[in-house]
């Protein structure tokens, strides 16, 4: 399904397109986080708005509100939520991990403790799957993963690979080898910062054969340059005619170097983020908007973009609601954020088009400082 | 300035235009409040996209944060904000009153402590007229008045009745007999519930001559039954020939009954507060949406509505917003509200304009209950 347009000569860096039930991915691309069936402060208008063709939701988060037997009666999450384009979902496995307590990994599946009531929970592969591709509608969905924190000891980072595996098997095994709608199952490499580790879980992920496949467990507290590393490792063991997906990576310099590395999809909360902690991507850097310096300075966010935020309003009025606590802020500068992350990708594909892609990156990074 | 259009036979309600520099204002009419500089949650493309023509600012709160100078500099409140349209300031007096600590009223004018900070600040009613008009650049400045608390002994209630007119006299020869402009002035009767002090205020405001007339100090405690009859009492002792605003008022009820007493202008945070709580106003009542029986509700807010929000979503993806705390939910609820306050004035000039506004009046309140 993933087609490759071109692949840029001097890097991995490549452009390609795939569809999905509910429209055309062109890569590389970033998927705004909409956890909660929202991209949090921004209606779908606004998503669209800045360009975005595709969103990531959470299945750990829907199951637990509003539930996904909600969500079905609804007609799925597109309908639930308002939105019409490409959703992909997150499994749930890196928040069963991270944010709920009493985990037990079992061979069947996964017991946990909700983050939000304590209340006790049972999955299986199976029913991860089932409750992306049939009660949310997901046009994407991920296999249910076990994802270890850095650092990890290797016995860790090897058992959380292997109960990925066979997960991995178990989800495609229900997924099924036909899909007549066209949705998409992805299978996700682990093996924290061991390469032999993801190897392995790469080679046989791809034996079992998927739709995509997402390179896991990266930024989990490891440092920027293994989070490098480990990406630009793992995604030469992946396919070449098939799409790779960094999960919740990164800022524009991660993203532009995974792209560098062959890498097509990205999703990361730090447009969101940083949107409600009032501050502002620009491609000089980060611009903290409740800073003084920013007090009466009359100029757009970022001079030159085209977001609804940038053609209306300019920092000192940003900076006043931001001080103020007016919700209003938060969602101007989100908005902003995620313009300008859909747009990088926007600009990074036409450079590799236009074969230009090493010196779009090496400028890039030399204009884009630290905080502003 | 204000040109009656149509009076109402059967009650007092009437249909009037007025101009300012920015732009034509059809009464009765609504204005949604922007204490900060922004209406809660809503961007100005929002409140116009509800249809509305003129909002609320707060001189008090501007005055704190972000500093008229500042606003000044902007090139006034207007472009601060990005809103085009005609823009009303309240003076600041009633938050004076109400929000701030060691108050102390002096002949020259009003002191008082930060309500933020604590920090001490003295303003004139001068003072007042120059920063709503010359530093906010407000279409319309309202005069510094004293607002008392309901209840309130008739001396309190008559000393501050006195001090507004000799602040309405100042402020009045502050704004000067000429204003090339086209910005307005407007005078507030203030008496508290004791009518024959309404009616000595009233009357010698008019002798004073304002562009329009408030009725202030409604809504700060009393009995609906006694707000009501306070405004119905107020407005007739107004001339016809001017507008008259009901200061923070009210429900729709309150509205509907204000208007046909002959009450022009109305604001209040009714709709956004209600908004950030969950609760939609219908024409049937008001719709608790955090309520468990909107669970699986799919059907709009408002059946017929034709709000952004109505338009795309339904009951049961609020009720999750908001029960998971998502900004987005306090927002298309707020813009719901805002949508349905400012078509209902619009409801309410056709309906005096078609000679059907007593049946209007009584088939809206017949309908409309309190919670559903």
Redesign the interface.
């Given at each position: 399904m993933f087609k490759l347009v071109r692949t840029d000569k001097k890097t991995r860096a490549r452009v390609g397109r795939f569809t999905t039930p509910h429209g055309k991915v062109n890569t590389p691309c970033f998927m705004p986080v909409g956890t909660?069936?929202?991209v949090?402060?921004?209606?779908?208008?606004d998503i669209k708005n800045c360009g975005a063709g595709m969103i990531l939701s959470n299945a750990y988060h829907l199951y637990l509100?509003?539930g996904v037997e909600?969500i079905k009666?609804?007609g799925g999450l597109h309908k639930?939520?308002?939105w019409d384009k490409t959703i992909l979902t997150d499994s749930g496995g890196f928040q069963i991990f991270s944010l709920t307590s009493l985990v037990k990994v079992r061979d069947e599946g996964v017991e946990f403790s909700s983050h939000i009531d304590g209340s006790k929970h049972f999955l299986s592969p199976e029913d991860v799957v089932r409750i992306q591709r049939d009660m949310l509608g997901s046009d994407i969905s991920m296999v249910l993963d076990e994802c270890v924190k850095y650092p990890s000891t290797r016995d860790r980072a090897e058992s959380a690979m292997k109960i990925t595996l066979d997960w991995a098997k178990r989800s495609k095994k229900e997924f099924g080898a036909k899909n007549p709608e066209g949705k998409l199952l992805f299978g996700i490499v682990q093996g924290s910062s061991f390469l032999d580790l993801r190897e392995e879980c790469a080679k046989r992920l791809v034996d079992m054969g998927f739709a995509g496949y997402a390179i896991g467990g990266v930024s989990v507290g490891e440092p920027d340059e293994l989070i490098r590393e480990t990406i630009e490792a793992t995604a030469q063991m992946l396919p070449k005619n098939k799409v790779r997906y960094v999960m919740g990576v990164g800022t524009p310099i991660d993203i532009i170097n995974a792209v560098a590395a062959g890498c097509d999809m990205f999703d990361c909360v730090m447009p969101t983020r940083n949107g409600r902690n009032g501050t502002a991507f620009t491609k000089e850097g980060k611009l903290p908007l409740r800073n003084a310096r920013y007090?009466?300075d009359?100029r757009p966010p970022e001079g030159g973009c085209e977001c609804?935020t940038c053609k209306?309003?300019?920092r000192?009025?940003l900076?006043?609601?931001i001080?103020?606590n007016?919700?209003?802020?938060?969602?101007?500068v989100s908005l902003h954020n995620i313009h300008f992350y859909v747009n990088l990708m926007a600009a990074i594909r036409e450079a590799i088009l236009v074969k230009d892609f090493e010196r779009f990156k090496r400028e890039f990074i030399n204009h884009y400082g630290g905080e502003l």
């Open positions: 909660q069936a929202t949090k402060t921004l209606s779908v208008e509100r509003p909600l009666k609804a639930f939520m308002g007090k009466e009359f609804y209306n309003h300019t000192a009025y900076r006043h609601l001080n103020v007016e919700i209003l802020g938060l969602r101007l």
